[in-house]
């Protein structure tokens, strides 16, 4: 069965930093997407980036970067220079094929606390 | 320009009651969810509609009932509502990259 498990249940991080958010997956599926959504205290959930299974080089988008790991079954998000508006909730999420019904299945999430 | 939009942003009601939340993406995707965030903020899939077809039902109980009027729009109706329905529910959309939209969430609570 496909699993997601980010371990760090918070993070702190200093203004202008770089932090890592930790993601391991698990599946026996060859073709599956990976997803970092982020959740502000407000409660809608914003897509921040994008990784397929396929894709040769890391996802960027901006400041948020994918760190792939495939053979590690890992994919690590990266914000640079954190920014106090980075506090949030960060959900890791995996869409198998299973005939492209496209369902997400999430971690747990991390809280991010951005500290001036 | 709202892309996937959601009414009512909070639902507060008593046991027993009958409810509905409704769903609508401007996106033009095929594929539409509705997932449940529980109060220990975990996500999990509810239902998929494709095209107005269900294709995913995860083991949800039968008091809810998903409607797909046409392919923009996905529905929920939740019959006889219990304690344990108070929850933030999400619709989301999907492209055909499998990028995920969400809606901005309903917060029910159930009294």
């Known amino acids: 069965a496909q699993k997601i498990t980010q371990t760090q249940p918070g993070m702190f991080v200093q203004e202008k930093e770089a932090v890592t958010l930790d993601c391991t997956y698990d599946t026996s599926d060859p073709s599956y997407g990976l997803f970092w959504y982020k959740q502000p205290s407000s409660g809608e959930m914003i897509f921040l980036i994008y990784q397929g299974s396929y894709d040769q080089q890391n996802a960027t988008e901006g400041r948020y970067s994918l760190n792939f790991q495939k053979a590690r079954k890992s994919a690590n998000l990266v914000i640079s220079a954190s920014q106090l508006g980075d506090s949030a909730m960060y959900f890791c999420?995996?869409?198998?094929?299973?005939?492209?019904?496209?369902?997400?299945?999430f971690g747990q999430g991390t809280t991010l606390q951005v500290k001036p | 320009d709202t892309a996937v939009s959601q009414t009512p942003k909070y639902l507060v009601t008593q046991m027993g009651n009958d409810k509905s939340i409704k769903c609508e993406q401007n996106?033009?995707?095929?594929?539409m969810y509705w997932y449940k965030q529980d109060s220990k903020k975990f996500l999990k899939i509810m239902f998929s509609?494709?095209?107005?077809?269900?294709?995913i039902n995860e083991t949800v109980p039968n008091r809810f009932s998903p409607k797909s009027p046409d392919k923009a729009h996905l529905n929920l109706h939740i019959n006889s509502l219990e304690l344990g329905d108070s929850a933030v529910y999400f619709c989301a959309s999907s492209d055909n990259r499998g990028g995920k939209y969400f809606g901005p969430g309903t917060r029910l609570l159930v009294l």
């Open positions: 999420a995996m869409s198998p094929p299973s005939g492209n019904t496209g369902k997400l299945i």
């Open positions: 509609y494709n095209n107005k077809e269900l294709i």
């Open positions: 996106l033009g995707h095929d594929t």
